[in-house]
């Protein structure tokens, strides 16, 4: 079954992300969706357009002491296929972003998950951790809510596989949840199969009242 993405990361987000200033957890979900939405990828390349036309009329600036690292490590993070058109997507796990397979792997089954509570999983992956950058992996069955948690700030979710629904919609592989401190939001797995997600945070997770 193919399913066209209806959730996408806040423009601002995505503006972040163009300019390089995005954290690369944050970065490594966002170029994950743009392999498939060319919705995006269009929006990403005038942001891109946007940029080198501001740049082009600014007064040359001596390079702070590691910038050019810093544009090496975002350059990285961009798959090439990042801006192309976006792939059938086919409900299934073998259809995880190339972006994220240095950090997966290509088989979600590869996957080492630990318990969390009944019906729920999770997997922290590993990344080159910049302060305060998190990715965790979770894996929920049917109708289980994902868990009620805490985190300092910031929150990205991508959907790889199975679906999830909250208070703004239905949620398919490939789709974006974006969160902050000020929004409160607990999602219910609306497949028949459980929900794979990944999440993005810019402190460590915290479930709460796991029983």
């Known amino acids: 079954r193919t399913h066209y993405m209806k959730h996408h990361p806040d423009p601002a987000t995505l503006i972040s992300y163009s300019s390089g200033s995005l954290p690369s957890n944050f970065s490594i979900l966002v170029s994950s969706h743009l392999e498939k939405c060319s919705e995006c990828s269009k929006n990403l390349h005038i942001g891109i357009e946007m940029g080198g036309l501001v740049l082009d009329k600014l007064k040359e600036e001596k390079l702070s002491e590691g910038a050019f690292d810093k544009f090496l490590n975002f350059a990285r993070n961009i798959n090439h296929q990042t801006l192309s058109m976006p792939k059938n997507l086919d409900n299934n796990i073998s259809n995880i972003p190339s972006v994220l397979h240095h950090y997966i792997g290509k088989n979600i ?3 080492k998950w630990k318990f969390v509570a009944p019906g729920i999983k999770k997997h922290e992956v590993g990344i080159d951790k910049e302060t305060n950058s998190y990715l965790t992996m979770l894996k929920i069955n049917p109708k289980k ?6 985190h300092s700030g910031n929150e990205i979710t991508l959907v790889i596989d199975g679906s999830f629904k909250d208070e703004h919609g239905q949620y398919y ?3 974006i949840s974006e969160h902050d401190t000020s929004t409160h939001h607990q999602p219910v797995v609306s497949s028949k199969d459980p929900c794979i997600c990944i999440i993005a945070t810019d402190g460590p997770l ?3 009242n796991f029983f």
């Open 173 to 175: 592989p490939g789709d």
């Open 206 to 208: 915290v479930f709460n």
């Open 145 to 150: 809510k994902i868990p009620e948690h805490g």
């Open 109 to 111: 089954s590869d996957i």
